[in-house]
């Protein structure tokens, strides 16, 4: 029987004997409400540190959360997770549509060389209190739409989660590199080295043509941040071929062309994501994108025949990424 939805049943009928409420529950652990119905509910796997204040707010051993003896056998099959719907498009790459943690969960230990992905940066929050105008300037921005929308407590537990499996699935020295807002950054590292990842640099994409909001009123945001690791080692691929690679990546953001398959807030221009797939991995390596999006990962892996797994929850988003892809996948090559 799967742990997670074990400890979620435990967890309501023992708070529900001792009086004790979600809201209770969410506001000792600085969560929101409906994280803590993820956990009932098994949707997600607590770390054990939450699993001990957990037990600390209700007043229970984790042995009591975690044992299946007093559990209705139904009531858990029922809950059971909805499985990814897995999509393989040739014997190069597969592509994913469901939660990435559950989905990383079932790829094998040592399977992937490069994790080269971009997750929510979590600042729906923080960009609402600053009563930003990116409804006027930029549609189906996360701050407008809440597509990250939680509380910090809870970024870092899911963060934790999708380190835990990273760490599980990448070989050993296998890479990755992540892009994050800078003031998640040493969160992240954080996170990341509790999981058996060794940080090596922090990097600065530039964008030569950001969104001129606000600029009126202040310093144009034109920057994002990539951190990069490496899997229970030191030192990983890197195809510098001789030459100095700095920390400082400049590109224009996304063309048109790259959104003829459709619109997302957050994609990555595909020269900036071909540019880490050359120097990272390997012809052949295996690249996952854990946070799909648009699925710029996928195509720069794909056009420089790499082999690439992708993992996208938003069905709408999965299926631009799946467009995307497939276009390269079936598009003529030349025979020399």
Not at 193 to 198: S, T
Request: net charge positive.
């Amino acid at each position: 029987m799967q742990e997670s939805l074990v400890l979620g049943e435990n967890l309501k009928r023992i708070r529900t004997l001792r009086g004790v409420s979600q809201s209770d529950i969410a506001k000792s652990l600085g969560v929101s409400r409906a994280f803590i119905c993820k956990i009932e509910n098994g949707q997600t796997n607590p770390t054990l540190s939450t699993i001990t204040k957990l037990c600390s707010v209700v007043g229970a051993s984790p042995d009591e959360l975690l044992n299946n003896e007093n559990v209705d056998k139904q009531s858990v099959k029922k809950k059971a997770p909805k499985k990814s719907k897995i999509h393989t498009l040739n014997d190069r790459c597969t592509l994913s549509q469901g939660d990435c943690i559950h989905r990383m969960s079932e790829i094998d230990p040592d399977s992937v060389n490069l994790i080269l992905t971009d997750p929510p940066y979590n600042l729906g929050l923080f960009m609402k209190n600053r009563d930003t105008n990116l409804g006027a300037l930029r549609e189906n921005h996360f701050a407008v739409t809440y597509w990250d929308h939680i509380e910090q407590a809870e970024w870092e537990i899911n963060m934790d989660e999708f380190f835990r499996e990273s760490s599980r699935i990448l070989k050993k020295n296998g890479s990755m590199l992540i892009f994050m807002s800078f003031m998640k950054v040493e969160t992240l590292i954080k996170i990341a080295q509790a999981n058996g990842l060794y940080y090596k640099t922090t990097g600065v994409w530039h964008k030569r043509n950001p969104m001129p909001r606000n600029m009126n009123l202040h310093f144009v945001n034109s920057t994002e941040a990539w951190v990069y690791f490496i899997n229970k080692g030191k030192t990983g691929t890197f195809n510098n071929e001789g030459k100095v690679l700095h920390d400082y990546i400049e590109t224009s953001v996304i063309n048109v062309g790259e959104k003829k398959h459709g619109k997302h807030p957050t994609q990555k221009p595909l020269s900036l994501m071909e540019h880490f797939v050359k120097v990272l991995a390997h012809k052949d390596d295996v690249i996952l994108d854990p946070f799909m999006g648009s699925g710029s990962t996928g195509v720069a892996a794909l056009t420089h025949e790499r082999k690439f797994h992708g993992i996208e929850l938003d069905e709408s988003y999965f299926n631009l990424s799946k467009s995307r892809i497939e276009e390269v996948i079936n598009a003529p090559r030349l025979i020399v």
